[in-house]
């Protein structure tokens, strides 16, 4: 695997630094009072960079665009399964990287053990075996190498890919009908909670579609991020430009929660009604990038 960082600005290189000592120290902090035998034995065996920053092509630009900016996207390799949990484990690093002022890009993290990303290679999981195809080595406890991967055939890359389309895309569609049917009896918490559902299956459909994974995260800015990183059309359906829509956003992230279990959420309508046309356009951009992936596999497995 790559190691070298010399294509990435200085600057960018230095918050990569900090990035990964935030990440060493809440995971460390994390584990610092467990008695299990797997905590006291916990390690961080790999850092790895992928995506645009590790491939090129990064956009950087957050006042063009409609906002857009481009993650860091790290794939952290630990030692135990059970080391993944990201609310146990991950949730302190994870909110630190947000409000740390000298890390201006936002940061994407996935967790697995080795011994999971080692199982996908072999089942032939595209987006691991990208990864560690294009992926940068930033931190690495020892050099024992991944798993060689297993590459699917076109045919089989193409009857997975449709497998998750057909499924995810009905899932996203039906939950935006379900939101505007709440709409119209004036429960806003429910249809809250179905806009989210929504765009978590429309975001993973993508990711699902054109790379066969998706981080089990209900966490909507997360999976927008990683989708967005396959095809940056999908920003139009969310831009950033504006601070009352990104409010919204973010309201609407904390719905998968709160929605349901929280006497103090609130929404308003005019949000609600922003958040139906968008998730439109939304739903309209994972049709074009989806069937568009569908078409170039289909080529390649005649």
């Known amino acids: 695997m790559k190691s070298s960082l010399?294509?990435?600005?200085?600057?960018?290189q230095r918050e990569i630094v900090s990035v990964l000592e935030i990440l060493h120290e809440e995971f460390e902090d994390a584990l610092k009072d467990g008695t299990a035998e797997f905590k006291k034995r916990g390690r961080i065996l790999k850092i790895i960079l992928f995506g645009s920053y590790a491939k090129g092509g990064w956009v950087d630009e957050p006042?063009?665009?409609k906002g857009y900016r481009s993650d860091f996207d790290l794939l952290i390799i630990v030692n135990n399964r059970k080391l993944c949990e990201f609310a146990e484990y991950w949730h302190k690093a994870a909110d630190r990287l947000i409000h740390e002022k000298s890390i201006e890009t936002p940061v994407s993290f996935i967790v697995h053990s080795r011994r999971?990303?080692?199982?996908?290679?072999?089942?032939?999981?595209?987006?691991?075996?990208?990864?560690?195809?294009?992926g940068?080595?930033?931190?690495?406890?020892?050099?024992?190498?991944?798993?060689?991967?297993?590459?699917l055939s076109p045919a089989d890359?193409?009857?997975?890919?449709?497998?998750?389309?057909?499924?995810?895309?009905?899932?996203a569609k039906e939950f935006a009908e379900w939101a505007d049917y709440a709409r119209t009896k004036q429960q806003r918490k429910r249809a809250a909670f179905a806009f989210h559902q929504s765009l978590e299956q429309a975001y993973s459909c993508v990711l699902l579609t054109?790379?066969?994974?998706?981080?089990?995260?209900?966490?909507?800015?997360?999976?927008?991020?990683?989708?967005?990183?396959?095809?940056?059309?999908?920003?139009?359906?969310?831009?950033?430009?504006?601070?009352?829509?990104?409010?919204?956003?973010?309201?609407?992230?904390?719905?998968?929660?709160?929605?349901r279990y929280s006497k103090h959420?609130?929404?308003?309508?005019?949000?609600?009604?922003?958040?139906?046309?968008?998730?439109?356009?939304?739903?309209?951009?994972?049709?074009?990038?989806?069937?568009?992936?569908?078409?170039?596999?289909?080529?390649?497995?005649?």
């Open 63 to 65: 006042f063009t665009m």
């Open 157 to 171: 890359r193409l009857r997975v890919a449709k497998e998750h389309f057909e499924d995810r895309s009905v899932a």
């Open 210 to 259: 054109l790379t066969n994974y998706g981080p089990p995260s209900h966490n909507i800015k997360f999976l927008r991020s990683l989708a967005e990183e396959q095809d940056r059309r999908l920003a139009e359906a969310f831009p950033r430009d504006q601070h009352r829509e990104r409010a919204w956003f973010n309201t609407l992230n904390e719905a998968y929660v709160k929605a």
């Open 116 to 134: 999971e990303v080692n199982s996908y290679l072999k089942e032939g999981q595209y987006f691991f075996s990208d990864i560690r195809k294009e």
């Open 6 to 12: 010399d294509h990435i600005p200085l600057r960018k």
């Open 136 to 151: 940068i080595v930033l931190y690495e406890l020892d050099d024992e190498p991944l798993a060689e991967p297993r590459p």
């Open 265 to 302: 959420f609130e929404i308003s309508e005019e949000a609600l009604g922003w958040l139906s046309e968008q998730t439109a356009s939304l739903l309209g951009l994972v049709e074009t990038v989806c069937s568009e992936h569908l078409t170039m596999l289909e080529r390649n497995s005649r």
